[in-house]
Each structure stands twice: as C-alpha cells, then as structure tokens.
C-alpha cells in the first residue's frame, strides 16, 4: 500500500479570536493562555472563573505542552513511535491469524507474544526502507520467528504469505528495491494514520 504524504504548509493567521467575547484581536497583541487566546486580562480572567472555563483552560494548557515537547522530538524518536503506531495495527489486523512463518498460536507470556514481522527487512541493503510501512510487507509473527529467523522461517513466511495476499503481491515485494529518508512530517502522518486506523476498527469491532 502506497501512501501519499503531503507536505502543507502552516500560515499564521493575523488574528485571534477572543474565548470570552469572541471579538477578533491581532495575533500581536492577544493574551494568550495555554492555546487559548484573549483579547484583554479582564476577560482571561472573567472566563477562568466558570467551571468550563478551567476545564478548557486546563485542556488547552495540556495540548500546549504536547505541542512544545513533539517540537523538540528528533526524527529518531518520531521513526520509533511511527513505527510502533504501524506496528500495532499489524498486530490488531492479523489478530486471529496465526504466525505467518510457522502457523503457530503460542501461549501468551510475560513481554509479549506477537510481534509486527517484516517479509523483506527493511535492513536489508537491497529492499531498503522503501518497504518498511507497506502493510503486504509486514505480517503477524510470534517472538521466536521474527527474533531468531533462520532459512526455514523465511520459506515459511513466504509459502504462508502466498497463500495470503498472492504469488503476484509477493513477487512485487521481493522486486522492490531502495531507501526512503522519511522525515519528521511524514513520520508524524504516518503515526497518526495508523492510530487512527486503529481506533476506528476496534469501536467498530466493539459495536459488533
């Protein structure tokens, strides 16, 4: 699966709206708590005082800190968390499925059972990361197979994978060749696809 990520560019508005009045300010002489902004410390403080108020108050002033501490994130941390968003959704999509290289259920255990297995490594020099997000390449695998792969494992994996998503797909992935230098925005659409992917198919299996 191919994913197109776009890059948009943020323009900064030249006004803000007052929370209380919800008179039009410029963006230069707002007062400003947490996201929230005011046209004057009276009102601030007018709206601070209901119990909605410091609900949203207290709300925005969290988001403000997420927002500040994702700006100072490397790319390699956003690489582990979109990795790990992907990686879940593997998991909870092949959730019935059995190991994809030895067709096993092993017995759930202390540190995990399940990981997000990659058919082409994205390690690999030839394949390279090209493949690391695309979801025909990465499969529901137990610990023993993904951590300690061996000749066997692979053939397995691939007779398996075969069988799933056909010889063609299969074929497509081992053809695929190249590096993809995924940067920060990209990384963050991509954790936030997956997410999101997941949220949605677990209420929808929830409501079942």
Not at 141 to 155: E, L, P, T
Not at 161 to 190: A, C, F, Q, S, W
């Amino acid at each position: 699966m191919v994913f197109l990520l776009r890059s948009k560019k943020k323009l900064r508005p030249k006004t803000r709206k007052c929370k209380q009045c919800k008179k039009k300010v410029p963006v230069d002489s707002v007062c400003q708590k947490g996201l929230l902004a005011f046209c004057c410390v009276e009102h601030l403080i007018e709206y601070s005082k209901s119990e909605a108020g410091r609900k949203t108050i207290k709300r925005s002033i969290r988001q403000d800190t997420k927002e500040q501490l994702d700006r100072i994130k490397s790319r390699a941390v956003w690489l582990r968390e979109a990795q790990a968003a992907f990686n879940a959704w593997i998991r909870y999509r092949d959730r019935n499925d059995a190991c994809i290289s030895c067709g096993s259920f092993p017995t759930q255990k202390h540190g995990g059972t399940w990981d997000a297995g990659h058919y082409m490594d994205v390690g690999d020099a030839a394949a390279g990361s090209v493949l690391r997000f695309n979801t025909y390449n990465v499969h529901k695998q137990c610990v023993k197979c993904n951590r300690w792969s061996n000749s066997g494992v692979k053939r397995g994996y691939r007779n398996n994978l075969i069988n799933k998503v056909g010889k063609p797909k299969v074929l497509e992935l081992e053809n695929t060749r190249g590096m993809k230098d995924y940067n920060i925005e990209k990384l963050k659409r991509i954790k936030s696809i997956f997410q999101k992917r997941l949220r949605i198919r677990k209420k929808a299996n929830k409501n079942l």
